[in-house]
C-alpha cells in the first residue's frame, strides 16, 4: 500500500523556521521525482518545490527562493522541505507529491505563520 506522511508541520512566527518530512512507502522512492506543493484557504495547489529522483537537479516556486531547500534521503525514502524566513503569506496546508509511472499525494501538514 502507497503512502506518503508529513510531518513537522505546525505554527510558527515570521521569521522562523521549519523542516518537514514526508516519509513514503509502498513504491521505489529512489525511481520517483518528489515534489511539495501547498494549498492556502481559498486559493489553489501551488507548486513550491522539486526535487529529481537522484537529487542532482531542484527547483522552486519564485516565492520561495532562496528561504526554502528541497531535499531527499533515499536510503530513508524521506524527503524533506526545510522552511526558513517564513513569512504569513507561507500560511498552507502543504503535501508531499511523488511522481513516476504514477502519482501519489500525501495528506498534508498545516503550516501557520502568524504573530
Known amino acids: 500500500q502507497v503512502q506518503l506522511v508529513e510531518s513537522g508541520g505546525g505554527a510558527v512566527q515570521p521569521g522562523g523556521s521549519l523542516r518537514l518530512s514526508c516519509a513514503a512507502s509502498?513504491?521505489?522512492?529512489?525511481?520517483?521525482?518528489m515534489s511539495w506543493h501547498r494549498q492556502a484557504p481559498g486559493k489553489e495547489r501551488e507548486l513550491v518545490a522539486r526535487?529529481?529522483?537522484?537529487?542532482?537537479?531542484?527547483n522552486y516556486a519564485d516565492s520561495v527562493k532562496g528561504r526554502f531547500t528541497i531535499s531527499r534521503d533515499n536510503a530513508k525514502n524521506t524527503v524533506y522541505l526545510q522552511m526558513n524566513s517564513l513569512k504569513p503569506e507561507d500560511t498552507a496546508v502543504y503535501y508531499c507529491?511523488?511522481?513516476?509511472?504514477?502519482?501519489?499525494w500525501g495528506r498534508g501538514t498545516q503550516v501557520t505563520v502568524s504573530s
Open positions: 526535487i529529481t529522483s537522484t537529487g542532482g537537479s531542484t
Open positions: 509502498g513504491f521505489t522512492f529512489r525511481w520517483y521525482a
Open positions: 507529491k511523488a511522481d513516476g509511472v504514477a502519482s501519489y
